[in-house]
């Protein structure tokens, strides 16, 4: 599902995305200047492997992601305290967030049951 940034708005723009068994739902919200913000939740099922015995298995997945994503270029000025997403197309690309999410959770280190 891709989003131009243009049209997000101060109204909460509602998203509900799905990939195999992970929900993406939330809402993008104009924030101020070039930034837009997104907030959702990730709910679901993943297949990882285990890091001590190299087991694939289904991790549960419940995190709030919250961050900002930028229509161009973001230049820090000290005032923003969550993660910052350039985009240089003005289009916010969910299922690319979504699968970004989704390895960025999947780096991290994770233990099946056999394991713990």
């Known amino acids: 599902m891709k989003i131009t940034l243009r049209k997000v708005t101060t109204t909460p723009l509602d998203f509900s995305i799905k990939s195999d068994e992970i929900t993406f739902k ?5 924030h101020s200047g070039k930034l837009i ?14 890091k001590i015995c190299g087991e694939e298995f289904h991790l549960p997945v419940d ?15 000290g005032n923003i305290d969550l993660d910052v997403v350039e ?8 299922d690319e967030l979504l699968n970004s999410e989704i390895e960025l959770i999947k780096s991290d ?5 056999n394991c713990k």
């Open 26 to 30: 939330g809402y993008l919200e104009y």
């Open 37 to 50: 913000l997104l907030k959702a939740n990730l709910v679901g099922k993943i297949d990882t492997q285990c």
């Open 63 to 77: 995190e709030e992601i919250e961050f900002f994503i930028s229509d161009g270029i973001y230049e820090d000025d």
């Open 87 to 94: 985009s240089f197309n003005s289009i916010a690309d969910l």
């Open 109 to 113: 280190y994770h233990s099946c049951e």
